[in-house]
Nanobody, 123 residues
Framework: QVQPVESGGGSVQTGGSLRLSCAAS????????VGWFRQTQGKARALVAA????????DYADSVKGRFALSRDNGNNTVNLQMINLKPEDTAVYYC????????????????WGQGTQVIVNS
């Protein structure tokens, strides 16, 4: 089992940057696929970025492609989401989720979830 904990959220101006970190307690994130999701009030949670367990390749939602970059920092047992050129529509609570030993897809979901960190992008 692993407990993801998000950090790095805050308030920035349009065009600014933030780096979100997903840290883990209880296990090494190198054993997990990790996804970042975001949710705004009244809307469904949506996947924005994912890094695979199998080969650490990354995938991004079209809305953030070219602006967000996901990477592992195994020395710190974190997965980091670098966000640049932030837009007001990026405002959301961002959640880190993990799946041990497999890559979510084909109906298989992330099992372990953090509490979320707020990102606010001001116009």
């Amino acid at each position: 089992q692993v407990q993801p904990v998000e950090s790095g959220g805050g308030s920035v101006q349009t065009g600014g940057s933030l780096r979100l970190s997903c840290a883990a307690s209880g296990d090494s994130l190198s054993n997990y696929a990790v996804g970042w999701f975001r949710q705004t009030q009244g809307k469904a949670r949506a996947l924005v970025a994912a890094i695979k367990w199998s080969d650490s390749s990354t995938d991004y939602a079209d809305s953030v492609k070219g602006r967000f970059a996901l990477s592992r920092d195994n020395g710190n047992n974190t997965v980091n989401l670098q966000m640049i050129n932030l837009k007001p529509e990026d405002t959301a609570v961002y959640y880190c989720a993990a799946a041990r030993g497999f890559d979510p897809g084909n109906g298989h979901a992330y099992e372990y979830w953090g509490q979320g960190t707020q990102v606010i992008v001001n116009s």
